[in-house]
């Protein structure tokens, strides 16, 4: 299988010398705030939305979301573990969920499945070649993003593909 053009490369702490400090200073400004929430970014031909609080360290719900994780839910967001992975492909967000992948790469590099959550449903779009999984909720005029990341256990790996077999549209 070829690769996605969209999720091409990735901006890795190396490339800051490794200074974390600025790394998350250029993904939250440039890439965040820059490419995701300030331009308009589109899922369907509806527009995708942010969470936006609690606001933490000057920072954004999602954007935590996006770039850390946590094995506990009760911690503050501020205190969630940096997922260098996920941090590394914050910028293939836009590209993965505008472009038309058979078009531009000529595969079908994301399969997009629903599953139930709650009283409602989320959008789930899988690129197993990648490792990618980006989440969103479909509302009335709108998606939510609700997380995007770099999947690192096989297990986990083995059984989303299993759910996106099953629920794949």
Known sequence: MGKCVACSSLNTLEQFNGDYKKYDKFLYNE???????????????????????????????TYFHLTTKSTNKGIPLS?????????????????????????LCGLSCFVKYVEPYKNTERTHLFNEQERYLIILEERENYYLLITAFYIHENQYLQSTKKRSQRGAN
């Open 31 to 61: 890439i965040y705030l820059g490419e995701l929430t300030e331009g308009s970014l589109r899922f369907n031909n509806k527009k995708v939305s942010f969470k936006k609080h609690p606001i933490e360290c000057d920072k954004e719900q």
């Open 79 to 103: 205190e969630r573990e940096p997922d260098l992975r996920r941090c590394e492909r914050l910028h293939w967000i836009r590209p993965s969920l505008e472009t038309d992948h058979v078009d």
